[in-house]
């Protein structure tokens, strides 16, 4: 069975979840009844994922210096999380359907970010055009349309709710498949031998994490929200920084290695995030 995912399979199933997969889930998300509270939560999250967002692009610029060899790929890594391919599926376990409504607040953001600050990041220059595309990705679209499906109340038939819900369920089997072919492919002794993952894996597991939920805490925001962007600023490392490498020659096995032992680490990190998140938010 060994090589039965290679890594242009990997590839083919990354675009399926970021393009079809992950969309109508968040989607998906947005066709429930409305509810001041939920609509409440959402701006509370968007608020929240803004300041997340702000306190780890500060942090990483401080912390990772340019005389650094791979300052541009420690930097996006440090700051991006795969909050599409593991966060959604754990938000969705914890928190349900109302938890993935409040994700995709933080998921837009990331898309805006990642295609505006991250690509200048990764290319080591500013290219405000690339904030055209962020509003074109699949997931930004999704939000939107979900948005005004549940402003307007438009609810789908029940057959089309039916197929396209079983799609969105394939999320979570789908982003496991995809995050354990990737850690098969990767030599995990020889990312070992690398400073530099350390350094990335700190931060965006531990440090840029605990000092966001920190400063989030004292926000008065609900505590479903307040977890729900914890969990998503402490998800491993983006694979959408690989992409960005293969697309500039900036070393796309480096940025591989760093996703998959930050996501083989965040079985351990991000239990330990949650419970800290929890007795914080508990404590305000």
Partial sequence: ???????????????????????????????????????KGLLWSFLLSGCSFAIMIL????????????????????VYSNCG?????????????????YLTAYVTLFNLLVWTHG???????????????????????????????YLCQIKLPDMLHTSLQYISD????????????AAAQTNVIKALKNPGLYIVAALKLLLLPMVSMG????????????????????CPVATTGTMFAIQFDKNPERCSEFFAVTTLLSGLTLPLITVIGQVLIQNA
Avoid at 85 to 96: K, M, S
Wanted: glycine share 6%; charged share 15%.
């Fill in 170 to 181: 394939m999320n979570t089997p789908l982003a496991m498949l995809i995050a354990g072919a």
């Fill in 215 to 234: 400063v989030l805490s004292i926000m008065g925001a609900p505590q479903m929200v307040f977890m729900v962007v914890v969990i998503a600023s402490a």
């Fill in 85 to 101: 391919f593991i966060g959604i599926p754990l938000i969705r376990g914890i928190y349900g359907d109302e938890g993935v409504l």
């Fill in 1 to 39: 069975m060994k090589g039965l995912i290679t890594k242009e399979g990997t590839k083919q199933l990354s675009t399926v979840a970021l393009h079809i997969v992950n969309p109508l889930l968040i989607f998906m998300s947005y066709q429930s009844d409305y509810s001041s509270k939920l609509l």
């Fill in 59 to 78: 942090l990483a610029t401080f912390i990772i210096r340019k005389k650094r060899p791979d300052y541009s790929l420690e930097r996006f890594s440090a």
């Fill in 119 to 149: 690509y200048m990041t990764m290319k080591e220059s500013r290219d405000m055009k690339s904030f055209l595309k962020a509003l074109r990705s699949p997931s930004v679209i999704a939000v939107f349309v979900g948005l005004v499906f």
